[in-house]
């Protein structure tokens, strides 16, 4: 049994992809497995991964026709025997240290999720960014806890992406969680329960990932061909929370989250005529079916993201997306 089983899903990925396997190979800690699953490649990366395979007898590779990240994951997890599972985008790469880091952590702490931090690279700038957005310690009890002791924050702490989280694997593979059939938000159906479902969540609060942005190709820009997939990867986290009987714990961080993913879906659709269809969705369907106006308003901690609401509700589509482009410019000049 290795330490760790690293599975990476593989798409037309070549102009990143020698980084990623490198910065996996480098790694300090050397106990480990590397599960490439190529979904479908129609450039060079079969090549480069069989490259790899023959150099490193630590990679393998394993083919299959184009089913989307969510089902290479599953098969690559299906292959996976380490003690310690994590999944990473092979358009990243890492700090040498990362897994030596990680399962040290995991090992000291005993738990099921160990969550570090993660900075961006812009693609096409070449700048990277400060991402201690994407990991949010000030909600959280402290470094070591049960989710249930941030009931309030769950949702928020962390975002439904799983390469910053290593996992214990028996304990995924005890509470059978699965990528599902969806060409995009897939992976916060698995992450989200591996989330509020765990026993012991650790913090590292340390960057040892470099997290790729602004990849043309990248499969988040595929929200126009397939816009109903978000918020069927909702409605399966709130199945999830309902079948395990924790809607009651985290009703209110689910509501939350779930009033910012839905308007944040639909300002991510990239085609505008798709985009206008999906806000009459958005305010005749999905916002109507969640019930927020059972809640008062300060049931929703985050006034950005319900005057985001109240636009989607009330203002008309033209005025609800020169607000949104208005506040997207301004946003990216601080970043700037």
């Not at 050397?30 to 490439?36: A, G, M, N, Y």
């Not at 005993?110 to 949010?136: N, P």
């Not at 992406?161 to 990528?179: A, C, G, N, Q, T």
């Not at 190709?217 to 999830?240: G, I």
Request: net charge positive; glycine share 4%; charged share 25%.
């Amino acid at each position: 049994m290795p330490q760790v089983s690293v599975v990476i899903p593989v798409y037309n990925i070549e102009a990143h992809l020698r980084q990623c396997l490198d910065s996996v190979a480098g790694q300090t800690l050397s106990d480990l497995e590397v599960i490439c699953v190529d979904d479908g490649s129609t450039d060079t990366s079969p090549a480069i991964l069989e490259e790899y395979a023959q150099k490193d007898p630590r990679f393998q590779v394993i083919r299959q026709a184009n089913a989307g990240p969510g089902a290479a994951r599953n098969r690559g997890m299906e292959r996976s025997s380490g003690r310690y599972l994590i999944f990473l985008d092979s358009d990243d790469w890492f700090e040498p240290d990362f897994l030596e880091r990680m399962t040290a952590r995991a090992e000291e702490t005993g738990a099921d999720v160990t969550i570090c931090r993660a900075d961006e690279f812009d693609t096409h700038s070449g700048q990277v960014y400060d991402g201690s957005w994407m990991l949010k310690t000030q909600l959280l009890p402290g470094a070591v806890f049960s989710p249930r002791e941030a009931a309030g924050a769950v949702f928020q702490f962390t975002y439904g992406w799983p390469w910053d989280k290593l996992y214990r694997r028996d304990y995924i593979l005890k509470e059978k969680f699965r990528y599902p059939d969806l060409a995009v938000s897939q992976d916060l159906v698995f992450v989200y329960p591996s989330v509020f479902c765990a026993g012991r969540i650790a913090v590292l609060d340390r960057v040892l990932i470099h997290h790729r942005v602004n990849r043309l190709a990248s499969v988040s820009n595929s929200r126009s061909k397939t816009p109903e997939a978000s918020y069927q990867a909702l409605k399966l986290v709130e199945a999830c929370l309902e079948e395990r009987g924790l809607m009651e714990i985290y009703r209110q961080s689910f509501l939350n989250w779930a009033m910012e993913f839905l308007v944040w879906h639909v300002c991510s659709i990239g085609d505008r005529a798709v985009q206008r269809r999906y806000f009459r969705v958005l305010r005749q369907s999905w916002l109507p079916e969640q019930h927020f106006d059972r809640y008062p308003k300060r049931y929703f901690t985050n006034r950005t993201v319900f005057a985001k609401y109240r636009l989607a509700k009330y203002a008309p589509y033209p005025v609800f997306s020169a607000i949104l482009r208005f506040y997207k410019a301004i946003k990216g000049r601080r970043a700037a």
